[in-house]
């Protein structure tokens, strides 16, 4: 947080009950629990008002953010969504339509979508990174989704990483409900505030980015912000991505892990695992959501 920051207080994005309890000071922030339905959030936070110009501006090429460098990890992206998207398809009651990626990044999910067969749209508020989609002949709206309108219907929306960033949280939910087909699905991935990871790490849990993680969700929590809108939630994993040694190696450094990161570093040499990536467990959740009845 920078100095002399303004801050505003927000009610539970849940419930709408403003007694809490604090349970992590992160760069300048409180993480705090609601003392009436559970959720974890950040209060006091950055104002909806303002909220927003955090995306719009090389947000995935920033230090901050942690991404750095989008683009650099292409493949191992491509790799985890094509997974996500294998074990998504086992619960759609289609697997055809127009689908729209809300957060879309570098696009590459989207391609994915085509390749099997689906009309595809994206949402990306990042100018450059949207733009560039663009090009690749991509459909991208620059709206946030509270923002978005469409005459369509959608048969699949997707959410990857993204709910945990979205104020007026009801709002965004009912306008997914609006814009989901009565035959179609949400899919979406967030930080499990009960994963292990977290348990493990405390407060240096890397998902704790306050300035742009605003909410962090359990499956329970999630639960109570969805079924008033009419969604269930049908099918819910652990999820994580791919990540090589190189990845994890930055990673361990980033977040201060800096003795375990030499012996890792030291490990992959050892054993000639330069080379090698795999599936890790990253401490978030995949969850699919379908209109009851």
Not at 81 to 101: H, P, Q, R, V
Not at 257 to 277: E, P, V
Request: aromatic share 12%; hydrophobic share 35%.
């Amino acid at each position: 947080m920078t100095e002399n920051q303004e801050l505003t207080s927000y009610p539970c994005p849940v419930c709408a009950e403003k007694s809490t309890q604090i349970l992590h000071r992160v760069k300048g922030f409180n993480i705090v629990r609601c003392r009436s339905c559970s959720m974890v959030y950040v209060n006091p936070r950055i104002p909806n008002n303002k909220l927003y110009t955090i995306y719009e501006d090389k947000y995935f090429h920033s230090a901050d953010s942690f991404y750095e460098d989008y683009e650099l990890t292409a493949a191992l992206r491509v790799k985890t969504f094509n997974k996500w998207y294998l074990e998504i398809c086992e619960y759609l009651k289609t697997t055809s339509g127009t689908a729209l990626d809300i957060g879309c990044a570098a696009g590459y999910f989207l391609q994915v979508l085509q390749e099997n067969g689906w009309n595809t749209e994206g949402i990306e508020l990042e100018k450059e990174m949207r733009a560039h989609v663009i090009e690749k002949g991509f459909t991208v709206h620059g709206q946030p989704l509270e923002y978005f309108s469409s005459k369509k219907k959608y048969t699949l929306i997707t959410l990857f990483d993204v709910i945990e960033h979205l104020p007026k949280l009801h709002d965004n939910i009912e306008k997914l409900t609006r814009l989901l087909d009565n035959n179609g699905s949400i899919a979406l991935v967030t930080p499990d505030y009960n994963s292990f990871q977290r348990k493990l790490f405390g407060k240096r849990w890397f998902q704790l980015k306050p300035q742009e993680h605003i909410q962090y969700f359990t499956l329970e929590t999630l639960r109570k912000a969805v079924e008033p809108h009419g969604l269930s939630i049908v099918h819910h994993s652990v999820s994580g991505q791919y990540a090589d040694t190189s990845f994890l190696h930055n990673r361990l450094k980033r977040y201060g892990f800096k003795r375990i990161a030499r012996i890792f570093n030291a490990c992959i040499s050892l054993f000639g695992l330069s080379k090698k990536s795999w599936y890790a467990d990253t401490g978030s959740m995949l969850i699919i959501l379908q209109k009851k009845g």
